[in-house]
């Protein structure tokens, strides 16, 4: 019988990937090592279970372990993989009852990313957070609490939550001043999360605008309606620290403005975590991220990578790239797990395709935008239009801004990105699927897309864009 299928993390990628190896090998022994208590869970939809929006922690479980141990998969939680011998074929796992070496034969590490709140002073102050994990949404929510009501209770998941942190903030004042260190993913939806329980909320963004990856037109949407929601955003401000006793009580900038608040989310980035493969042979890209080949195997013959760890090609530039994202880690961890099982699968190539929510705005990119293009070595040509969502007789219709860029010599599709309130975000998967095609502007501009006055006019938004850039190509 093979070696054990080992798998490094319990969530997305991990849990893929022992699933689809299970599935296709039942005869294969997989065992799973997750540092946390919980495992297979929504990153994404932890700002709306801050809001009140998800009820309880448990909502956002995809699998529970009682569900992992259905599938015949040995699930180890609370134990963290600290160190890998790809000679001798082991792992070094620091457990509760201390250390010991596990055997493989086939290794992922699938061990994501963490949040970066090193540049920020006083991110261990208790009120300062990441959003990165469930315990860290529950006692954010806790936090919002009066102190009279059972925070355990309203936060759920009492079999993984760490109980003593939820009782802690639960016990104290809830904040009335809340600052978001970052206007990322993260930031923006916290803003509406926070805005929701009646808090004073405070962006501090280091550059010019939010969202920085979706361009000009989004990110310039994007403040402007979150001012009309009450959000104060503090632009070309770099935070430097936060100050307090023993808790968050203040937040400096590096240019001197000041904030009094009681609450901050530190969401200035991620950065994969890959330690436990230092001394090995296994090639690290330039992100800090695995680089990986198109079955998911890394420089080291039987030890794979996949999810927020790992590189992925990109469709646009075909050089590996580190975009961490919910559904490549997914679909790269059933790969593995179907190459694994005997199967060789590609993980497939990513295009950085992503949408978020600000308040009513829906906002979405795909590939690259202008200066990420010329970066690459591409000569960019970019157009913005807005045009409506619907036919503009039906009710509904809404402005939606849609910026496309080309290459001008190939006239090849490169990226674009997307701004509304009606319906808009998922528009981006169109240009998603014209990048995975190799389209030309005119290849999408003749895309036989839907049209009905309920759902769009007969030129819908994209190909608009579409029209308008290829006449500009001509040119």
């Known amino acids: 019988m093979a070696e054990p299928f080992v798998v490094v993390g319990g969530d997305a990628a991990g849990l893929s990937a022992a699933s689809k190896c299970k599935r296709e090998a039942p005869e294969r022994e997989v065992v799973v090592y997750e540092k946390g208590a919980w495992v297979s869970y929504a990153h994404c939809g932890e700002p709306y279970f801050v809001k009140g929006e998800v009820e309880k922690l448990e909502d956002l479980l995809s699998l529970t372990p009682e569900d ?3 599938r015949d998969i040995d699930l180890h939680r609370n134990h963290e993989v600290v160190g890998v011998s790809p000679d001798e074929k082991t792992v070094t ?12 034969g086939d290794l992922l590490v699938a061990t994501g990313a963490r949040p970066v709140t090193g540049p920020i002073q006083g991110s261990d102050l208790d009120g300062a957070f990441p959003v990165h994990g469930l315990d860290d949404a529950a006692a ?7 102190p009279d009501e059972d925070a355990l209770a309203d936060v759920g998941g009492e079999a993984y939550v760490d109980r003593e942190r939820v009782e802690r903030f639960g016990a104290m004042e809830p904040p009335e001043t809340a600052a978001i260190v970052g206007g990322g993913y993260v930031g923006v939806e916290m803003a509406e999360a926070l805005s929701a329980h009646g808090l004073d909320v405070h962006v501090f963004q280091r550059g010019e605008r939010p969202l920085g990856p979706f361009g000009e037109a989004v990110g310039d949407a994007v403040v402007d309606h979150l001012r009309e929601q009450g959000v104060t955003w503090h632009l070309n401000e770099e935070v430097a620290r936060l100050t307090g006793d023993g808790r968050v009580e203040h937040l400096e900038c590096v240019g001197g403005s000041a904030l009094d608040t009681e609450l901050a989310v530190v969401g200035v980035g991620v950065r994969p975590n890959t330690d436990l493969l230092d001394g090995t042979d296994v090639e690290i890209g330039e992100d800090g991220a695995v680089v990986v080949d198109e079955h998911g195997q890394t420089s080291v013959d039987g030890v794979y990578a996949a999810g927020d ?8 530039t075909g050089e590996s790239a580190w975009v961490p994202l919910g559904l490549t880690a997914n679909r790269a961890g059933r790969a593995v797990g179907t190459t694994v099982a005997g199967d060789p699968t590609p993980v497939g190539t990513i295009a950085g395709t992503a949408v978020v929510k600000a308040f009513d705005l829906e906002c979405g990119r795909v590939g690259l935008l202008e200066d990420g293009a010329r970066e690459a070595g591409f000569d960019p040509v970019s157009e913005t239009i807005t045009a409506g969502s619907r036919s503009g007789y039906y009710p509904g219709a809404a402005e939606t801004t849609v910026t496309l860029v080309a290459d001008r010599e190939s006239e090849r599709l490169l990226g674009g990105s ?4 009606d319906r808009a975000a998922i528009r981006i998967d169109t ?12 290849d999408l501009e003749r895309t036989d897309l839907a049209y009905a006055p309920p759902f769009s006019p007969v ?3 994209i190909l608009v864009a579409a029209k308008v850039l290829g006449g500009k190509l001509e040119d």
């Open 68 to 70: 992992v141990a259905e």
């Open 93 to 104: 796992v620091d457990g509760p009852d201390g250390e010991f070496e596990q055997d493989y």
């Open 140 to 146: 954010i929510r806790a936090f919002l609490l009066d």
């Open 309 to 316: 760890c790992a590189e992925d090609d990109h469709v646009v």
């Open 418 to 421: 997307i701004v509304g309130t």
């Open 431 to 442: 240009v998603a699927t014209a990048l995975e095609g190799e389209m030309t502007v005119g």
């Open 459 to 461: 030129w819908d938004p």
